[in-house]
């Protein structure tokens, strides 16, 4: 049975229940009508059986119920089309609020998943990447073609969003429909064109810099500073750090914690405790300070109204671009002045990337490479090294010869 648009509503003028028949009501008009002749119905429904099982489809791939003769009649041709190619799926002809492959289902049911993988902070910015994603709504998963992901890359680049923040919406979309086609809910895996980035190297500050910017920031603010600088942790992983985590008999201490959005999490951007060695003038400062029991802040802010009086982003940034300002420096964020100047000094230094990676905390080894190609003194210093290679020697005498 290939399946039939029938009725089964109780017209409300004869109080018969399922009596409904096709009327032709001109070219390209059709409607089911009561025998009575004076219902139409507003509620069509598909009836098949598939599979050797009966079903009654009362709603289309977008999750809208069908009100017309019509609308029915087309999505059953498009379910026997569906059927000849074996990709007629029952649960992708449900209402909006039973389909879980209706996009905007879908994707609550994916952010879901990723609430219990991600750190609370990560969490809240892919959510908030999410909402560019409505774009898609009413659409089914399966309906998802190429054209629509390019439609969708020109509407964003049409909109108000930087560069940067679009390629992370659609590197969310990405990771959706790649998760998508891993559990088999799409047949096969879709493209999604990113924006091209300008790239800008990473602003970084040398020592000389840093200790210029330090000497116009209070005295009891700049503990604070200086740890970011020496031990290049994340700006909410020092306003969070406590005396439960240090242990001066060992000589370390453990980060292990971050303040975001005003909140206290229980956990780092990589889920990861950091283990850290007390040492330089991070020691002798921690030994003439009044060690504290619990989750005290190391770092106490003298302006702070919080019970806690610990620090946060948005204080250490505003303290950050004064100090800059009255240096006559160009402003540089507060992480990369401390946390990236950091990577860029260890690379200079010699260090490889696994050190870095480990000092700064890096669970993607991508993420550490930034200071390899960024690091223009190492470039032009390998390119020097050839300079004895004998092609290199013809093109200098070649270009440096006097012409006559």
Known sequence: MRGKVIARQRCPVCGQAGRYAVRDFGPGRQALVCQCGQHISDRPEIELIHKRKRLRITHGQDGQRFRLYEHAARALGVIRDQIERGAFYAESWQGTRASGLVWENYVSAWLERQRIKMPEGTYNTTEDRCKHLAWFNGLNVRELRNGHLEDFAVHLSQGRLKPSTQGAVIVTLRAILNGAYRRGDIEKPLTVPLPALPHHPRKHLTAEQQALVLKHILEEDQPIFLFLMQFGCRVGEACALCWDMVDQARSQFLIARTHSACRWLDSTKTRKDRPMPIMGWFEGWLSRQEPAVGRVPVFINPDAWTKERNYNNTCLARLWKQALRA??????????????????????AGADMDGIARVLGHSNPKTTRVYVEDDLAATAELLGNVNRARVIRLADQRMTKPKN
Not at 330 to 337: A, D, I, R
């Open 327 to 348: 240096a006559g420096l160009e402003h540089v964020p507060l992480k990369n002045g401390t946390r990236h100047s950091l990577g860029f000094a260890l690379r200079h």
